[in-house]
């Protein structure tokens, strides 16, 4: 999956005076762009191609130095175009969550502006002032990385979500500011978008309660998986003792059935055995009958005359 290059959310000239049209231009469609390119490019055909930004730096130690650098600038400038906007700044509100945050982490708006201005103005060469917030506790805090770090990484002094940030390399107000980076820290001030920062931190501090269903779920899934297991092994045991019973029982069902088919074999047999011997006695009568010598009546005497 290629990373784009996010539009900008206002036109180029939208910041004016304090931030100018030719830098944006530059900025934006120059650096932003290249560092997108890059990152695509260091990542392309590697395990990590279809990861999120977020969890790439997180364990960017792990990964060559160009995706360090690229995937950094690529997530810092995307950050960076979101937490500005035109006719913004002032101090954030205190009445949401953020706000009650911000109230609890410094003494005053005052207090913020001077760390975070100190943080930007104190980072040796190039890299960025950030705005964090702890996930554990909510609070905020204001540290700065070199280059293109940022606190996500996993190599950062000081880790947190970052919610504000500003860009102080030179490139990002040289055309306007020349060597005056306090001055372009003072008019970042006027174009912070506290709306936008405030929904970062509500997104980096939501609890991660629909996770908790999908575990439970998925426990549920594996007994449900393992109970057919169970009903599978024990099927065919079951099936082949219901057959044996049943064959059992037909074996004792045929039995009478067979004993009477036997009885009725034996009785046929005795009854062809009687006729056969009634047959036989009858030829052997008959035969007897045929040669016995035939009886001849004896003639009877004839009168003697007288002479």
């Known amino acids: 999956?290629?990373?784009?290059?996010?539009?900008?959310?206002?036109?180029?000239?939208?910041?004016?005076?304090?931030?100018?049209?030719?830098?944006?231009?530059i900025h934006h469609d120059r650096h932003h762009a290249g560092y997108t390119n890059?990152?695509?490019a260091a990542i392309e055909g590697t395990p990590i191609e279809k990861m999120k930004i977020e969890d790439i730096l997180k364990n960017v130690s792990k990964y060559p130095t160009a995706v360090r650098n690229n995937g950094g600038g690529y997530f810092?400038?995307?950050?960076?175009?979101?937490?500005?906007?035109?006719?913004?700044?002032?101090?954030?509100?205190?009445?949401?969550?953020?706000?009650?945050?911000?109230?609890?982490?410094?003494?005053?708006?005052e207090d913020f502006q001077t760390q975070f201005k100190n943080a930007a103005a104190t980072r040796f060469g190039s890299g960025w002032a950030w705005l964090c917030v702890n996930k554990r506790t909510g609070k905020l805090f204001v540290t700065s990385t070199p280059n293109q770090d940022n606190p996500l990484m996993d190599v950062a002094e000081k880790k947190g979500t970052p919610i504000l940030g500003l860009d102080v390399w030179e490139h990002?107000?040289?055309?306007?500011?020349?060597?005056?980076?306090?001055?372009?820290?003072?008019?970042?001030?006027?174009?912070?978008?506290?709306?936008?920062?405030?929904?970062?931190y509500n997104a980096a501090t939501k609890p991660a309660t629909k996770r908790a269903p999908a575990k439970r779920k998925t426990a549920a899934a594996a007994t449900k998986k393992?109970?057919?297991?169970?009903?599978?092994a024990a099927a065919p045991k079951k099936t082949a003792t219901t057959a044996k019973k049943a064959t059992a029982t037909k074996k004792a069902a045929?039995?009478?059935?067979?004993?009477?088919?036997?009885?009725?074999?034996?009785?046929?047999?005795?009854?062809?055995?009687?006729?056969?011997?009634?047959?036989?006695?009858?030829?052997?009568?008959?035969?007897?009958?045929?040669t016995a010598p035939k009886k001849v009546a004896p003639k009877p005497a004839a009168d003697s005359k007288s002479e």
């Open 1 to 25: 999956m290629a990373f784009k290059l996010p539009d900008l959310p206002y036109a180029f000239d939208a910041l004016h005076p304090h931030i100018d049209k030719r830098t944006m231009k």
């Open 254 to 290: 045929a039995a009478p059935k067979k004993a009477a088919t036997a009885t009725k074999k034996a009785a046929t047999a005795t009854k062809k055995a009687a006729a056969t011997k009634k047959t036989t006695t009858t030829r052997k009568t008959t035969a007897a009958k045929k």
């Open 172 to 200: 990002a107000y040289y055309l306007k500011y020349q060597n005056k980076r306090g001055s372009y820290v003072d008019a970042f001030f006027n174009v912070i978008n506290w709306d936008a920062v405030s929904k970062l």
């Open 76 to 109: 810092n400038h995307s950050l960076f175009w979101k937490v500005m906007a035109p006719e913004a700044g002032g101090e954030p509100s205190t009445r949401n969550k953020f706000g009650k945050a911000f109230t609890a982490s410094f003494k005053s708006f």
């Open 38 to 40: 890059k990152l695509n």
């Open 226 to 232: 393992a109970a057919t297991a169970t009903k599978k």
